[in-house]
């Protein structure tokens, strides 16, 4: 697998997906357009080689595949989180903040 051809987003849509299991619920929760998401969905069957959540009386279930790859996912965009955010310190000597608690 070429790693150069994989959209984060993908990973990030496949982390609610696994989350929700259920595809208009997770496209709300990232705000995104139903189609949207099923086509998303549909290209990391393409990726994984794998239907990675399958539609049952249930509802949508992950497959073994899916399973073992949820919490890897979660690891890896926790780490992307922590690499991107800035890391500013409070410091309450040097802050000018206000702080308004009753006016």
Same mark, same amino acid.
């Given at each position: 697998?070429n790693?150069?051809? @994989? $959209?984060?987003?993908?990973? /990030?849509?496949l $982390? ?5 299991r259920? %595809?208009t619920?997770?496209?709300n929760?990232l705000? @995104? ?12 069957? $393409?990726l ?5 959540? /399958? ?17 890897? @996912? ?5 780490? %992307?989180?922590?690499t %991107? ?12 903040r %206000? ?5």
């Amino acid at each position: 697998m070429n790693i150069a051809r @994989i $959209d984060l987003n993908l990973l /990030v849509y496949l $982390d609610m997906l696994l989350r929700e299991r259920n %595809v208009t619920r997770a496209a709300n929760q990232l705000g @995104i357009t139903q189609p949207a998401m099923s086509n998303g969905l549909r290209r990391l069957r $393409d990726l994984f080689e794998d239907p990675l959540l /399958v539609r049952t009386s249930e509802g949508m279930i992950p497959t073994e595949r899916a399973q073992k790859l949820q919490p890897q @996912i979660r690891n890896i965009l926790a780490n %992307v989180e922590k690499t %991107v955010q800035t890391t500013t310190e409070f410091n309450a000597e040097d802050s000018e903040r %206000v702080f308004r608690i009753i006016e």
